[in-house]
């Protein structure tokens, strides 16, 4: 099956989700002693999104391993069981419902937070090496020493692009007024280009797109197919504005109680399963360019001059940056 139809396919489709979900969310992951050895994984995404193919691969990376001895268990999207989506995934980990998920962290972690500084990055390879080193390494000290998890590293959530219903978008000038569906780390972003900013989850928000309650949206064209806001926006702006990675986020106890090799493993798949979503999404970005324009919408590529009035409009934000954060964590960004 072609990737485009794979973007475009149901969020069920393939996921084995019936075949015993109410089972997966009543156990517990941490299932130490039974044979095989059972993982549940589980995101906020249809299934053929690379965060989900992602968790394909450490399942399979593992099964290749240990055959038999372990079993993988996934849940693609929580959403479509009656949970929250990353809100909930958090505390499922958390407790040890599921041994593993991925989700977006944007506030409330300092090294994330500096991460998703608007224009911060110039390039996919400039942001996938901090997110490599030292700036994602203190991201997940600090996540972990706040919550019930290990952190084996990030999935690319990637650049994040505005789409709207009203108007080509230009300039900052041309988002005034309109409503604009962000996550609550680039408030002060959408502010600043004179939008209104509106948080609330993007699956709450689709019915607000389709109707003109809400003008437009941000995400990585992937998610934008992926999850539909691109069948009602028809301006499409490449505006790179933001990057964002997931964390990915295993029980602690379940991980801490496994042996050495069995960490180990488990750490391996998952960087396997990294430099697999990434070429995933890489290509997801350009294809789902192609979905959006065959849907009729329109990709407005900023020149140069362009988005330097973009990156002059959220200038205020690095000064607020620079009273917030240690000198040593905005080194960490190049700051």
Sequence with gaps: MLRRQFLQASALAGTG????????????AQQIETNPRRIIMGGYGPSTTSFSRGLDRIGELL?????DDVESRYIYNVSDVGYAGAPDLHWMVGSGILTLAYATMSTGIPELEVAALPFLFTSTDEARTAMDGALGAGAIERIEAENNYRVLGFFENGFRHVSND???????????????????????????LGAEPVNMPLGNAIPLLEDGTIDGQENPFENTVSYGPYRSQRYHTATFHSYLSRPIFVHRQTYDSWSAE????????VQQAIAYQRELHDRAEIESQDIIREAGGEIVELTAAERELFVDAVAPIYTDARANYSAELLALAGL
């Design 63 to 67: 099964a290749a391993r240990f055959g």
């Design 166 to 192: 009203i108007r080509p978008v230009h300039t900052p000038a041309d988002l005034a007024g309109l409503s604009i569906r962000c996550l609550g780390v680039q408030n002060r972003t959408f502010e600043l």
């Design 17 to 28: 989700i019936a075949a015993g979900t109410a089972g997966l969310l009543s156990a517990r």
């Design 262 to 269: 069995w960490r180990n493993a488990l750490r391996d798949a």
